[in-house]
């Protein structure tokens, strides 16, 4: 089974930035290829929404509230995805989900969620 480890979350000022990275890791090097790694969050009362999603071609697809300001990257080396967060806004609190898929070496698909990251924008 593969597992997301999140981590970067915080509390931020208005205007400013976080970087949020989720690394998986399968057992015995069981992973054969990630083709996809995004974010997503829920806020409070809300259904969990898309942020940010990155393939292994790599193409990117953002949500518009988050486009200009969010940016996602991965480090295939290392099956980490990033998530740089600038300009953040008071409706950006949310708790982040990592999520990742993709195919064992066994020819089997996986999909995994991480645990939650909590981001919090104060005005």
């Known amino acids: 089974q593969v597992q997301l480890v999140e981590s970067g979350g915080g509390l931020v000022q208005a205007g400013g930035s976080l970087r949020l990275s989720c690394a998986a890791s399968g057992s015995s090097g069981s992973i054969r290829r990630i083709t996809k790694m995004g974010w997503y969050r829920q806020a409070p009362g809300k259904q969990r929404e898309l942020v940010a999603l990155i393939t292994d071609d790599p193409t990117t697809n953002y949500a518009d509230p988050v486009k200009g300001r969010f940016t996602i990257s991965r480090d295939n080396a290392k099956n980490t995805v990033y998530l740089q967060m600038n300009s953040l806004k008071p409706e950006d609190t949310a708790v982040y989900y990592c999520?990742?898929?993709?195919?064992?070496?066994?020819?089997?698909?996986?999909?995994?969620w991480g645990q939650g990251t909590q981001v919090t924008v104060s005005s």
């Open positions: 999520n990742a898929g993709g195919l064992y070496y066994s020819g089997r698909s996986f999909g995994s």
